[in-house]
């Protein structure tokens, strides 16, 4: 491969990036996949390209104990299905692309907002 060639794909995903970034955060949707898990469920819920605006409820029946972020964006979790925060508990903050699972006597998380 000749070197501008080179020079020109590397500027192609470099711009295909930003644009990825940006869309992200504009105020329309997540880029990436947030995975839900409840305990001991072999069942997982997913959500792709959510709002990045309001709450949203994590439609898994008894709430999820294990997340996994894949997104560009970071999030935070309720133990609340309207996230609000509790007297025992805050959200649960969890950056782009890591995952969580809740502590073994914990409540499981029940709704999650965008950090944008």
Same mark, same amino acid.
């Given at each position: 491969?000749?070197?501008?060639?080179?020079?020109?794909?590397?500027?192609?995903?470099?711009?295909?990036?930003?644009?990825?970034?940006?869309?992200?955060? &504009?105020? *329309?949707?997540?880029?990436? +996949?947030? #995975?839900? %898990?409840?305990?001991?469920?072999? /069942?997982?819920?997913?959500?792709? $390209?959510?709002?990045?605006?309001?709450?949203?409820?994590?439609?898994?029946?008894?709430?999820?104990?294990?997340?996994?972020?894949?997104?560009?964006?970071?999030?935070? &979790?309720? *133990?609340?299905?309207?996230? +609000?925060? #509790?007297? %025992?508990?805050?959200?649960?903050? /969890?950056?782009?692309?890591?995952? $969580?699972?809740?502590?073994?006597?914990?409540?499981?998380?029940?709704?999650?907002?965008?950090?944008?």
């Amino acid at each position: 491969m000749s070197h501008s060639r080179r020079i020109r794909v590397i500027t192609g995903a470099a711009a295909l990036l930003l644009t990825a970034t940006a869309c992200s955060g &504009l105020g *329309r949707s997540t880029v990436g +996949t947030l #995975t839900f %898990r409840g305990q001991e469920s072999p /069942v997982e819920l997913s959500y792709a $390209n959510t709002s990045v605006k309001g709450c949203h409820e994590i439609d898994v029946p008894k709430g999820a104990t294990h997340v996994v972020n894949n997104t560009l964006v970071d999030v935070v &979790l309720y *133990r609340t299905p309207d996230c +609000t925060k #509790t007297d %025992r508990a805050d959200g649960i903050y /969890v950056a782009t692309t890591m995952s $969580n699972v809740t502590a073994p006597d914990s409540s499981p998380w029940h709704s999650f907002r965008v950090v944008h």
